[in-house]
């Protein structure tokens, strides 16, 4: 398997690393089914979607602090209850390192990103600047103000 070469992120935009057309879920579709595509697609994240745009995140923090903990019955309660809706989002031309200070200063490790009209078209996250920028010192700093930020619960 050929390894992901890392280049400079000083031009290089959110839409080269994201993970593009992610899954999602609707505000009304219960949380087994959004915790089914976080297990087939081996993401902690699904966006919650109302057509095309973006209304929220459930995060599978939000799955066990806001339904499990709670004792509700996952097979009946619906995304909208547990769901994060105070979202920040990126246009897909923005830069990376634009994207990466966003994500520290609103200790954030995940960001869905838009095209021009607001439709979701990919997602970013800390792994993939990990993984496919030369930013290191950057996301380091942005991992240490996530972790140290209280919860969103």
């Not at 915790?35 to 109302?50: K, L, S, T």
């Not at 979701?120 to 290191?136: E, R, Y």
């Amino acid at each position: 398997m050929a390894e992901q070469k890392k280049s400079g992120s000083a031009t290089r935009s959110v839409r080269e690393v994201m993970t593009p057309n992610p899954k999602t879920v609707t505000a009304t579709d219960t949380v087994v089914q959004a915790a089914r595509i976080m297990r087939d697609q081996n993401a902690g994240v699904v966006p919650v979607v109302e057509g095309k745009k973006v209304v929220g995140l459930v995060t599978d923090r939000d799955i066990v602090v806001r339904a499990i903990a709670d004792g509700k019955d996952a097979n009946k309660t619906h995304v909208k209850d547990v769901m994060s809706k105070d979202i920040r989002t990126v246009k897909e031309e923005t830069l990376v390192s634009q994207a990466l200070d966003l994500m520290s200063k609103s200790d954030i490790r995940r960001l869905p990103v838009v095209n021009q009209n607001d439709e979701l078209v990919g997602i970013i996250s800390i792994g993939d600047l990990a993984a496919k920028t030369n930013q290191d010192d950057k996301i380091g700093k942005a991992v240490e103000n996530i972790s140290q930020a209280a919860p969103n619960n």
